[in-house]
């Protein structure tokens, strides 16, 4: 069950996981969503991801400030402010059976697998895509 306007799920969702051996590199896979799709946030040292479904578009960022803009994604319990993340920071985009990402301005940068991405500019993420924000580090997974 996901929520209708921002498209984090509500209740915990059962997945099944494979443990990587030290000598194992993880590499990115698909680009294509399925119809049946969930994405996967996985956020460095935090056990459980943040589970999402994205109609259209999610903005990931973190609250402060007195502009009355928000992010759909509130990453401040994973020490957002602390990590740099701007209030709107990112904007993941789904476009039939891709996601997509876009830097919104953000003072400290968003990067894809360590390439930093131009304001404004959208790139088609993969299963597996590391993605940083400021430099809060999360891993984007497709089911």
Do not use: W
């Amino acid at each position: 069950m996901f929520c209708a306007k921002c498209g984090v799920a509500i209740e915990s969702i059962a997945v099944g996981t494979t443990t990587l051996n030290e000598s194992e590199e993880l590499k990115a896979g698909s680009d294509t969503l399925s119809d049946d799709y969930i994405i996967f946030l996985h956020i460095q040292d935090v056990p459980d991801p943040i589970t999402v479904q994205i109609q259209d578009q999610l903005v990931l960022g973190r609250t402060g400030g007195g502009n009355g803009e928000i992010a759909h994604l509130n990453l401040d319990s994973f020490g957002a402010a602390e990590a740099g993340v701007s209030r709107r920071h990112a904007l993941l985009q789904r476009k039939i059976s891709h996601l997509y990402i876009e830097d919104l301005g953000s003072t400290n940068y968003t990067y894809v697998n360590d390439q930093r991405l131009p304001v404004g500019r959208q790139f088609r993420l993969s299963d597996g895509d590391m993605v940083r924000l400021g430099h809060l580090n999360l891993r984007i997974f497709f089911k």
